[in-house]
């Protein structure tokens, strides 16, 4: 596709059970990341992945949160036993090959993200 | 104390009118990133700038690295610019993640 896309765009579920929410990159973007954006705290990174593996894990908030990356392509970020905390957008966003487009720092694409929301 | 924090966090403005928003960070970055979210709508990158100044249309970024300050510029505001502008940081390392700023809400009145 053109753009990073995301499913579902909505997602309602009650307190305690496991969601998984999909993140489709940009074709060719090798580095994936998820960041989440609860209402009055902004924006804030979870995880990041360079292929299909994922060195830095330090924003995942609990061990409820994981997420995985299978052929360099779509990810999966799942939480278990959910709570009303966890209700915010969960964002994707995927960038070209380190130094691909001459900087050391490439643009980052994002995907519409995913409302969850926890009763 | 946020690494990165922006000023002001609501502004409003008369169609026409020139923007000036701020974003100060306390960590040394390799790129300073502005993105746009509009109310109920997805993050677009307006700018990726490692130093000096970027244009696109009525859009300006500026960077003082030594300051450690950015500033976004609208000229001739419109009410379609009327949108969350959201300051973020490349802090540099092995990989990308950029940590944010909380935003500044424009509202641009006709």
């Known amino acids: 596709g053109a753009g990073v896309s995301q499913s579902p765009s909505n997602k309602v579920t009650e307190k305690g059970k496991d969601v998984e929410l999909r993140c489709d990159p940009i074709?060719?973007?090798?580095?994936l990341y998820w960041y989440r954006q609860s209402l009055g705290q902004g924006l804030e990174f979870l995880i990041y992945?360079?292929?299909?593996?994922?060195?830095?894990k330090s924003g995942l908030p609990s061990d409820r949160f994981s997420a995985e990356r299978t052929g360099g392509s779509v990810s999966t970020l799942t939480i278990q036993r959910t709570q009303q905390e966890d209700s915010a957008v969960y964002l994707c966003?995927?960038?070209?090959?380190?130094?691909?487009?001459?900087?050391?720092?490439?643009?980052?694409?994002f995907g519409p993200g995913t409302r969850l929301t926890v009763l | 104390k946020n690494e990165v924090e922006q000023s002001p966090q609501n502004l409003t403005a008369q169609e026409g009118e020139f923007i000036t928003i701020n974003c100060s960070y306390s960590?040394?970055?390799?790129?300073l990133h502005w993105l746009q979210q509009h109310p109920g709508g997805g993050i677009v990158s307006l700018f990726m700038?490692?130093?000096g100044k970027k244009k696109h249309g009525r859009l300006i970024a500026t960077i003082n690295i030594q300051e450690k300050h950015s500033s976004l510029h609208i000229t001739a505001s419109h009410p379609r610019d009327s949108a969350v502008y959201i300051c973020?940081?490349?802090?540099?390392?092995?990989?990308?993640?950029?940590?944010f700023g909380k935003g500044t809400l424009l509202t641009v009145n006709p």
């Open positions: 074709s060719g973007h090798t580095a």
């Open positions: 992945f360079q292929g299909n593996s994922a060195p830095d």
């Open positions: 960590v040394g970055i390799s790129a």
């Open positions: 700038l490692s130093s």
């Open positions: 966003a995927s960038t070209l090959p380190r130094g691909a487009s001459g900087s050391s720092y490439n643009e980052q694409f």
């Open positions: 973020a940081a490349n802090s540099g390392g092995s990989n990308y993640k950029l940590t």
